[in-house]
C-alpha cells in the first residue's frame, strides 16, 4: 500500500532552502506533492518539478517556453545557459536530448516562473557527477530570496543546497535542523545510519560533565554530547569528516577526544580518501587527496586521531 506520511508540522522559510533527506520509500516525494497540491490539503503558491518531468515533441527551446511569458521565457533562456546548455541544444528535438540536458532545461523553465516558492523533486539526479556540484551552486544563487523545497537522498546535493534539513525515514520526521548541525550530530542511530554516519561506537557511559558523557569502549574513551545515567548501554555518532588525522604524535588542541593507533586501510571514496584507523576500535576519517600525500598516510602508518566532543553524539543503545 506504500509509505503512510505522517507530518504533523513542517515550518518552512519563505527566504530559505529547506532539503527533505531520507531513503527511497521515506515518503519525501508524497511530502512535496501534499504541499505542492498534487494531494488534498493546504497548499502553497508554487513552482513544481517532479523527478520525472514531461518533455513535448518539438525543439528543446520551444519547451523551454512552454507556460512562460516573453519575459519569462527570456529568463529561462538565461538560467538555461548558465546550468550549462549551449543555444544549439535548444535547436535539437526535445526527443534527442541526454538526461542531464533533459534536466538542465527544466529546472530553467521552473525557475523562471514568478511563484514564491520552488519544489524540487531530485533536482540533479540525472546531471553526470562530475557536474551536479556546479549546477548546484547556480541553483542556491538563482533561487534567491524565495521559497525553496528540495528533496533528495544524495547527501552532497543536500550540503550544496539547503540551509536546513528534515530528515524523513518510513513516511516521519525523525529530525529537523541546520544541515551542518544535522549532518555533524545525529539525534538517533537511525537517522545516523540513514545520513551516512560512518562512525558508530558502542559501550558503557563511565562519566559525564554536563553537557558531555564519557562513554567506554572497552580500554577507549570518547567523550560526546549526552544525558545518559553511568553505567547505561549507548553509542557515539560521529561523522568521518569530523575526525582529524595526525601524523605521529598530536599537538595539544581543543579536542578532548585523541587516540594514538594505525591505519589498517586507506580506499577512495569519490573524490575523497576514507582512512581506517584501529585505536582499539576503529574509526573512519575522510581526507584529502593531498593530506595523505603530506602526511604520507598509509596502510601501517603510526597516527593520532582526534575528534571534538561537540561533534560526537551519544545516545542510548
Known sequence: FGTVVTVPELILDPNGR?????????????????????LPGPVLETAYLPQRPYLFRGSAGHNLGLGL???QAARARQLVERFGLSTDVLRRASGT????????????RTLARPEPWVLLDEPLA????????DVARELVVSLDHRGVVVVTHDRDVAVAMGDSVAVMIDGEIRQVGPVTEVFALPATERVASVIGTANVLEGRISGSIHPLVALDLGGVEVWGIGSLPSGSSARALFGAEAVTIY????????????WRGTIVDVRQVDRLLEVVVDVGVRVVALITPGAQAALELRSGSEVTVAVKATAVRIVPA
Open 18 to 38: 529547506a532539503v527533505i533527506f531520507g531513503p527511497n520509500g521515506a515518503g519525501k516525494t508524497t511530502l512535496l506533492r501534499m504541499l505542492a497540491g498534487r
Open 69 to 71: 511569458s516573453s519575459e
Open 97 to 108: 536530448l541526454s538526461g542531464g540536458e533533459r534536466q538542465r532545461l527544466v529546472l530553467a
Open 126 to 133: 540525472a546531471i553526470d557527477v562530475r557536474d551536479r556540484m
Open 247 to 258: 601524523g605521529g604524535v598530536a599537538k595539544t588542541g581543543s579536542a578532548q577526544n585523541h
